[in-house]
């Protein structure tokens, strides 16, 4: 077994409709947001968790690929010709395997720096609060919801790496990029975030680029649409 290539996948993250992830509020005050966004505990800057990046991606490959389980855990294979497994692994409770390491990283996605600044010249906020009603069926009473987001517009550094390993079971690397994009492309149809349903967490993937680390080859991506990926695929 050998690491034989690394590729470093980056961009932006570009939100198109305001975005909530959800974190936590160590000290609750009254009249203060119950529902904020996750922030970086020294900068206090909203970020996008790895997890919750890979984790969607993951799950909506699933789903596209019809791998949901019916008790709705986590697929797990083992399969050397399934891109999930062979992706994003396996649990490491696995007693098995026959697939090798997990294939991606997912970073945590940063704000742009740029967009920080440009933010700051203006004098506008990081974050906006966005209320919401819950509203009782009978009396139409409504019990407002003050929830946290990133505005639409913000701008997210995301990384990706990818390693490449010489194994005696071949994994066709090649495609399992073209998976990877399949699922870039399923969440920009889908949402990132909580609120999805009511208009939050829609996304666009901007300025990616496919770098090899070996020989510092850097490569212009764009993701296609989902015909001509699942044609690519099955070429």
Known sequence: MKLENIYK?????????????GGSSEIMEIGGMDNPVIKNPITNEPYIPGSSLKGKMRMLLEWYEGKIDKDGKVHECNEINCPICTIFGLSSN??????????????DANLNKKWIELINEQN?????????????RI???????????????AKFDFEMIYKKFDLENKIDDEKNFLYILLAMKLLE??????????????I??????????????????????IKELEKMIKS
């Open 139 to 153: 009396t139409a009473h409504a019990t407002p919801r003050p929830i946290e987001r990133v505005p639409a517009g």
């Open 9 to 21: 996948i980056t961009g932006q993250i570009v939100a198109l409709t305001g975005l909530h992830i």
């Open 189 to 202: 149809l889908d949402y990132l975030g909580g609120g999805g349903s009511r208009g939050s967490g829609k």
């Open 204 to 225: 666009e993937f901007k300025n990616i680029k496919k770098i090899n680390m070996i020989n510092n080859s850097i490569e212009d991506v764009t993701i296609p649409e």
């Open 124 to 136: 506008l906020i990081i974050t906006e609060s966005k209320t919401e009603n819950n509203i009782n």
């Open 94 to 107: 696995k007693k098995e395997n026959n697939i090798g390491p997990t294939r991606i990283v997912v970073r």
